[in-house]
């Protein structure tokens, strides 16, 4: 008896030391323990993440007065106390306007994983993305002009920039939305799954670690690996059912590209796709698995990787909430129309 | 010279003094520096305050889906980031709607020390308050079902009710709403001025002491008066110039009264009044001098008395941002219609 429980502690602990290089050869990487490693993906070289940045940037972020109306923030669709999304199918902005796309908001979470940002990848930083919803008219729907306006004429905001970048520094639409990417390079949230590629065998329980093995033997980790798993583009027939019609002149990228989401708490981010028509998990693998992989999963193959899948939900930041300025007489008023 | 000196500095403790006993005589009275004479005014004898209790209410304060939308929170309109309100003229809310009275958000800090809510009075409590902006078709428009069916459908919620009320707890309307009161309660920003008042002489400077000398004198304090200065019914002519016309048929409570708003954190919680069209403290003081005391207040008592209302800005209670429990399968879609 002994001997047999030996022998078959011995091939599990095999199995998992199998398993996490399987997993790292098909491109799986966790988020580093190490901060120094941790930083090193993270971090922006022409804009090194700084504690006074990441303070600055958590405010603005927070701030519904950078939009044109004064009550939608960067956190209305990029909603920190849910998954880093809004849960609904299609983000809603300024004057209640659905995306016209019919495109569902993307979580913030982990963003800083992925090669390219937007569900075309037309964005290739956090930085860059960070222009785009703030002007976006059915979104922020704010000028360049408007957020320059409202940030220089609250002097605490100034202030908090010359502490983050030196008393010249011109407190432009750049330097603000770069602010704002520097805290959401910070928005990483690393989960049981990462502790177990790190080396805790038991980070993982059996059922997790054999949804992981499914995950990979299946072929999902062909388009959805690296440290995010999902991060690059990838072919995805946009109107391959009548599920996913529903994306306007959507078309993905010029090659016909669609960005591949991450997995990263996908039990904390429905409704999925990029269309955001499809609510129930379980749904989603099982299309996946037609479409992308041209195979029927079996019930008990995607109970599995949803397995798997619980484990990729992370640890969130612990964040405190900010105090914003309070505007002045040069603020510029909310505008509903 | 050392004589006079000390003569001097003994007025001005006699003064000082003075001041407090005269800020006392006139109905002020600060938020007290002993948990347990704060706990006397702040807690529910019917539903004490917990620990338990205000971590759940704030995750239900902090929980879009609880509206129709499933995008509008409490914190939609009475942003813990900003000054408790939402620095809009008139609150926005579900499908892009404007209060239908063009009434003005009031902050949620502080709001425990109100004898009613409400600009016309007509809930006594926050418990009664909570349930109002939820089912209102321009705010967040929610049917007490959808909020039941939402809290329950996730048992992350339901076990932290059981912590916090028992076993047995029945999650239902009144019992969310109870809770998100609960969590209310303990929003309140003791400020400079407190300090003052509870004994320490250097807690306001000498404009600021002016300042508060000037309030009392002209008669500010017959009206903001208490520990929220502001809290009762008074009579306010909502017709009395151009400005206050925009209110649909808001009309104040049964007597025509209108509800005396908060002074504290006023410096942050533009634009004012209750239907939001003064966005210049000077002005609204001014005003509140010709409509409510009949008097032209000078340039110089304008400012004084704003020079003391920045010493009512609160310290805000550190919040850890709540991380709210995933939706599942049974929790009722957004409605955007």
Same mark, same amino acid.
């Given at each position: 008896?002994?001997?047999?429980?030996?022998?078959?502690?011995?091939?599990?602990?095999?199995?998992?030391?199998?398993?996490?290089?399987?997993?790292?050869?098909?491109?799986?990487?966790?988020?580093?323990?190490?901060?120094?490693?941790?930083?090193?993906?993270?971090?922006?070289?022409?804009?090194?993440?700084?504690?006074?940045?990441?303070?600055?940037?958590?405010?603005?972020?927070?701030?519904?007065?950078?939009?044109?109306?004064?009550?939608?923030?960067?956190?209305?669709?990029?909603?920190?106390?849910?998954?880093?999304?809004?849960?609904?199918?299609?983000?809603?902005?300024?004057?209640?306007?659905?995306?016209?796309?019919?495109? =569902? $908001?993307?979580?913030? *979470?982990? %963003?800083? !994983?992925?090669? &390219?940002?937007?569900? +075309?990848?037309?964005?290739?930083?956090?930085?860059?993305?960070?222009?785009?919803?703030?002007?976006?008219?059915?979104?922020?729907?704010?000028?360049?002009?408007?957020?320059?306006?409202?940030? =220089? $004429?609250?002097?605490? *905001?100034? %202030?908090? !920039?010359?502490? &983050?970048?030196?008393? +010249?520094?011109?407190?432009?639409?750049?330097?603000?939305?770069?602010?704002?990417?520097?805290?959401?390079?910070?928005?990483?949230?690393?989960?049981?799954?990462?502790?177990?590629?790190?080396?805790?065998?038991?980070?993982?329980?059996?059922?997790?670690?054999?949804g992981l093995k499914t995950f990979i033997d299946k072929g999902c980790v062909t388009?959805h690996?690296?440290?995010?798993?999902?991060?690059?583009?990838?072919?995805?027939?946009?109107?391959?059912?009548?599920?996913?019609?529903?994306?306007?002149?959507?078309?993905?990228?010029?090659?016909?590209?669609?960005?591949?989401?991450?997995?990263?708490?996908?039990?904390?981010?429905?409704?999925?796709?990029?269309?955001?028509?499809?609510?129930?998990?379980?749904?989603?693998i099982?299309?996946m698995g037609?479409?992308q992989l041209?195979t029927k999963l079996s019930?008990?193959e995607v109970?599995s990787i949803?397995?798997f899948?619980?484990?990729?939900?992370?640890?969130?930041?612990?964040?405190?909430?900010?105090?914003?300025?309070?505007?002045?007489?040069?603020?510029?008023?909310?505008?509903?129309?």
């Amino acid at each position: 008896m002994k001997i047999f429980l030996s022998l078959s502690l011995a091939a599990a602990s095999l199995l998992a030391a199998n398993l996490v290089d399987t997993a790292k050869e098909a491109g799986l990487k966790p988020i580093p323990n190490s901060k120094t490693e941790l930083m090193k993906l993270i971090d922006n070289p022409k804009n090194h993440i700084t504690d006074e940045k990441v303070e600055l940037g958590k405010k603005l972020y927070f701030d519904p007065r950078l939009s044109k109306s004064g009550i939608i923030s960067c956190n209305t669709c990029h909603n920190l106390n849910e998954g880093g999304d809004d849960g609904v199918s299609a983000a809603i902005g300024h004057n209640w306007t659905a995306n016209p796309h019919n495109l =569902n $908001s993307p979580t913030v *979470y982990n %963003a800083v !994983f992925f090669d &390219a940002q937007f569900w +075309d990848g037309r964005d290739p930083s956090l930085e860059k993305q960070a222009q785009g919803p703030i002007q976006a008219g059915p979104e922020m729907s704010a000028t360049k002009e408007h957020v320059e306006k409202t940030v =220089n $004429s609250m002097p605490a *905001y100034i %202030a908090e !920039f010359q502490k &983050a970048y030196g008393k +010249d520094v011109k407190v432009d639409f750049v330097k603000i939305t770069d602010t704002i990417a520097t805290f959401e390079r910070t928005l990483v949230t690393p989960s049981a799954y990462d502790d177990y590629l790190n080396g805790d065998k038991n980070a993982l329980n059996k059922t997790q670690k054999e949804g992981l093995k499914t995950f990979i033997d299946k072929g999902c980790v062909t388009c959805h690996n690296g440290v995010s798993l999902g991060h690059g583009m990838n072919a995805f027939n946009v109107h391959a059912t009548y599920k996913y019609q529903n994306v306007g002149d959507f078309k993905g990228d010029a090659n016909g590209m669609v960005k591949v989401p991450t997995l990263r708490n996908i039990t904390q981010t429905a409704p999925y796709f990029h269309n955001g028509q499809i609510w129930d998990l379980k749904e989603a693998i099982a299309e996946m698995g037609r479409i992308q992989l041209g195979t029927k999963l079996s019930e008990k193959e995607v109970a599995s990787i949803e397995a798997f899948f619980q484990a990729l939900e992370g640890r969130k930041p612990t964040l405190t909430m900010p105090m914003l300025p309070a505007s002045t007489l040069t603020t510029p008023k909310p505008d509903m129309n």
